[in-house]
């Protein structure tokens, strides 16, 4: 009788053990989705503000439409990436994908901006200048929000990778997360932008 109470408690005690790591694996897996909802609300906005901005340089800017609408297609693909992120912020290669078409994104506003320069008229476009101003808040708050996704998958990636956790993540099909990377530490920053 005694091994019977025995043998229980220790079942008992293996069960909680595992549901304890079973359950810190899944609320890091949810810190991850929390913190691509961040990402998400700021990106979206960040998006939102590229049609403005390339309707304000379309009067101005009529013979460089090729760059206007390399912004617009960057900007299409990014908006596609983010939704198929979204959908599963975890899978590795949906973030890159987005990593990917947000690093296009910059690039495309870049050549715009440089080419903006070159027209002191639109430079002093009050909706120009509006514009660039939310997109240049907007791209700190994205900044801030990488950093807390990607602090996010780093604590679940270390939950799923330690001894014996990494025992049970594999064995309940926890699989490591992509962190949102920008490959070009030149681009880590945030556009600068200057109207005045």
Known sequence: MMVMVALLVVAALVVMFVVGIFNSLVSARNRIKNAFDQIDVQLTRRYDLIPNLVET???YLAHERETLEAVVRARN??????????????NADKIQALGGADQALTGA?????????AYPDLKANQNMMQVSEELTSTENKVAFSRQSFNDAVMNYNNACQVFPN????????????????????????APKVSFR
Do not use: C, H, T, Y
């Not at 693909?77 to 975890?90: C, E, I, N, R, T």
């Not at 506003?109 to 320069?117: P, S």
């Open 57 to 59: 340089a379309k009067g």
């Open 77 to 90: 693909a990014a908006v596609s990436g983010l939704a198929a992120a979204k959908a599963d912020p975890g």
């Open 109 to 117: 506003l870049g050549r715009l901006l440089a080419v903006v320069e």
């Open 166 to 189: 990494n025992i049970l993540a594999g064995a309940f099909g926890f699989q490591p997360a992509e962190m949102l990377q920008i490959e070009d530490p030149a681009k880590r920053e």
